[in-house]
């Protein structure tokens, strides 16, 4: 079983599992989305290190254990961004792999950064697509436009969070998850899903797979199409996951597409 042991980097704690012999390839730097943490990502932890692949799962600024924040509903998108360049940075030029608001967070530093490849499963949409794409998803925003307009702590409760991303996860672990998730920022939801957060296509030269789901309420397929449309990557769709393709049962098979992926994109 991979040993996973944490580290801290520019302030922010980071889970960290390397592979038993030597690494094959960059190591690989996964980013979190909105309610999330480094946890959401352990399957793959145990995952890519089998693979060759050192991985490193970041907690964003505002999560037990990394950089505290004074009021998490005013942390705005770039300073996530910000983080995931500071440890990107320390971590000799990894691959960047991102989930949800994580997506766009790699989808950012594909433009600012140099990185070998990325990964962006089921990805926040870049500014000049739109984000409220879903009947579920626009009713929340609505629910929660005094948190949203006012940079206030975001937190659906357990009904609303199964609605919109645990749709898809067995009835005992949305109890698990929904128990892991935390406030959320009010005012990087303004940024994302608002003012949206802008990326210049014409900087990202690596090689991009953007990862879709069919049964997704938060990021659908036709907004998985729009965002590898934008800058030209390689789309996988698969119908019967939904937001959470990390954790669903099957993830193996997503897992098992983008390690693929990876091998032909670094040769390339």
């Known amino acids: 079983m ?49 693979r060759g692949h050192a991985c490193y799962a970041l907690d964003l600024r505002g999560r037990a254990g990394s950089r505290p924040v004074p009021d998490i509903g005013k942390v705005r998108f770039e300073e996530y961004v ?34 070998p490849a990325v990964v962006a499963l089921v990805p926040a949409a870049p500014r000049g697509v739109f984000a409220l794409a879903t009947r579920e998803l626009l009713v929340a925003a609505l629910r929660h436009a005094p948190e949203i307009l006012l940079g206030k702590p975001l937190m659906p409760d357990k009904e609303e969070m199964t609605r919109l991303q645990l749709n898809n996860l067995p009835l005992e672990e949305r109890d698990r998850v929904y128990g892991l998730q935390v406030p959320e920022s009010g005012r990087q939801t303004f940024d994302i ?6 990326v210049d296509a014409s900087k990202v030269r690596c090689p991009m797979l953007v990862v879709g789901a069919g049964r997704d309420r938060i990021t ?7 965002v590898a449309k934008k800058y030209g990557a390689d789309l996988r769709s698969y119908e019967g996951f939904a937001h959470m393709p990390i954790l669903e049962p099957g993830w193996e098979r997503v897992a098992t597409d983008v390690a693929d992926w990876l091998v032909g994109a670094l040769r390339a």
């Not at 592979?19 to 190591?27: D, F, L, M």
């Open 82 to 115: 910000e983080d995931a360049r500071v440890v990107a940075q320390g971590l000799a030029n990894p691959v960047l792999v991102g989930h949800s608001a994580g997506g766009l967070v790699v989808q950012k530093l594909a433009e600012v950064l140099d990185p």
């Open 2 to 50: 991979t040993e996973i042991v944490t580290e801290r980097i520019g302030g922010l704690r980071v889970a960290k599992a390397e592979p038993r012999g030597p690494s094959e390839g960059p190591p690989l730097l996964f980013v979190h989305g909105m309610w999330d943490g480094s946890w959401i990502w352990h399957n793959y932890l145990g995952f890519f290190p089998a």
């Open 193 to 198: 899903a608002v003012k949206g957060f802008p």
């Open 220 to 226: 659908p397929p036709q907004v998985t199409k729009k």
